[in-house]
């Protein structure tokens, strides 16, 4: 069947790469781990690392970075050959918070290191993403992370930091899906050397799945909605990171390296932009995350 298939061409097969702005390497697709929690948690996690992902995106406030850790210690991959991230929360932006709050995910996770730590969102309301920033870049001269990334900024925002610390991040991450493109964030990444990444790649709720265009694109290409929507992230120049419990989901959403999008199916599918596609009106400009 289709999953076998795939399973099949993946094996041996490594997800292609690109270089962060710090010359560290970075997967081109990463596997979400958002209410993957538990021993349920790691069992999913663990599928995800045996079909091929490298990648773990978790998070503070995912309350799971030790699931994480564990799935680590039990895949049987060497450390080096893992990238794991995880983010800061906004309520604990102030910088010795920060720096304390990224020690704990470390002992939650059991790890020595990070590969990426992110701020989670800017909330600037509170004024403090410049201080949790300069948390980062030291606690990233400890060794606790390898990389420092963030999630959620607008150019204002990416902009002030790169005039306070003369450091940019490796990684914005940020909402992005065929209804919500974000042109002028993947411009503004482009030229700054930021790499994007994407959230809730597919759209949270998935609705985008049933889209007549994308089903259209899908069907003549013997492909699933999900793999068409995912592929478009890698064209666009984003790295996606889906999420999913199930084995043949995952081995379906991480095959999307055997074929293209023509420009004609990227032309249709820029149609589908929403003036604003955001899931739940979570706004950077505004929105609080604690």
Known sequence: DVYKRQLKENAGV????????????????????YKLNGAAGVQGMLSALDVGYRALDSAFNYENEGAVGEAVRKSGRAREELSIASKLPGRHQKYDEALTCIEESLYRAGLDYYDLYFIHWPNPKQGLYVEA?????????????????????????????????????????????????????????????????????????????????????????????????????????????????????????????????????????????????????QDPATYEEF
């Open 14 to 33: 490594s997800i292609p790469e690109l270089t962060l702005n710090d010359g560290r390497s970075f997967p081109l697709i990463a596997f979400g781990t």
């Open 133 to 281: 920033w300069q948390a980062l870049i030291e606690a990233q001269k400890r060794g606790y992370v390898r990389s420092i990334a963030v999630c959620n900024f607008l150019a204002e925002h990416l902009d002030k930091l790169h005039a306070e610390t003369g450091v940019l991040p490796t990684i914005n991450q940020i909402e992005l899906s065929p209804y919500f493109p974000q042109d002028d964030m993947r411009a503004y990444h482009q030229k700054h050397g930021i790499v994007t990444e994407g959230w809730s790649p597919i759209g949270r709720g998935g609705k985008i799945l049933s889209d007549e265009l994308i089903a259209g694109i899908a069907k003549r290409l013997g492909k699933t909605p999900a793999q068409i929507v995912l592929r478009w992230h890698v064209q666009v120049g984003s790295v996606p990171i889906p999420k999913a419990s199930h084995r043949e989901r995952q081995v379906e959403n991480m095959s999307v390296f055997d074929f293209e999008l023509t420009e004609q199916d990227m032309k249709d599918i820029a149609t589908l932009a929403r003036p604003d596609g955001r899931s739940f009106g």
